[in-house]
């Protein structure tokens, strides 16, 4: 779908809007590109905020039917238990040693974004 045209479209039925503000933000390129640093301070902070609300991890099940939860199963139930810890240990390693083997053999580091 053409969201600009979409948009124009909607505007031009509303009545009593003269020159409505219309933003168009890409969040797909926002993600290649976003300073690691700002998704480690993000991360900390969200963690932070769920640890304070009395939450310590998240359950993450393999059936893609169920979903995922706040808290911990009684029993195993076919998932895997994160601590927040844990998460933001996979969350540094993973900012730091993101590779990608290009066409012509060369590796490179991604300095930017979530890999």
Same mark, same amino acid.
């Given at each position: 779908? %053409? !969201?600009?045209?979409? $948009?124009?479209?909607?505007?031009? =039925?509303?009545?009593?809007m003269?020159?409505?503000?219309? /933003?168009?933000?890409?969040?797909?390129?926002?993600?290649?590109?976003?300073?690691?640093?700002?998704?480690?301070?993000?991360?900390? %902070? !969200?963690?932070?905020? $769920?640890?304070?609300?009395?939450? =310590?991890?998240?359950?993450?099940?393999?059936?893609?039917? /169920?979903?995922?939860?706040?808290?911990?199963?009684?029993?195993?139930?076919?998932?895997?238990?994160?601590?927040?810890?844990?998460?933001?240990d996979?969350?540094?390693?993973?900012?730091?040693?993101?590779?990608?083997?290009?066409?012509?053999?060369?590796?490179? /580091?991604?300095?930017?974004?979530?890999?």
């Amino acid at each position: 779908m %053409d !969201i600009p045209t979409f $948009l124009r479209d909607a505007v031009s =039925t509303l009545k009593g809007m003269e020159n409505p503000e219309i /933003r168009i933000f890409d969040i797909e390129g926002c993600f290649p590109h976003m300073p690691k640093e700002a998704i480690r301070i993000a991360m900390r %902070d !969200i963690t932070a905020k $769920l640890s304070a609300m009395g939450y =310590t991890g998240v359950f993450v099940p393999r059936s893609r039917t /169920r979903k995922c939860m706040w808290t911990k199963p009684r029993k195993n139930t076919g998932g895997t238990w994160f601590t927040f810890a844990e998460l933001v240990d996979v969350l540094e390693f993973a900012l730091d040693n993101a590779f990608v083997k290009m066409p012509d053999g060369q590796v490179l /580091r991604q300095d930017l974004g979530i890999p």
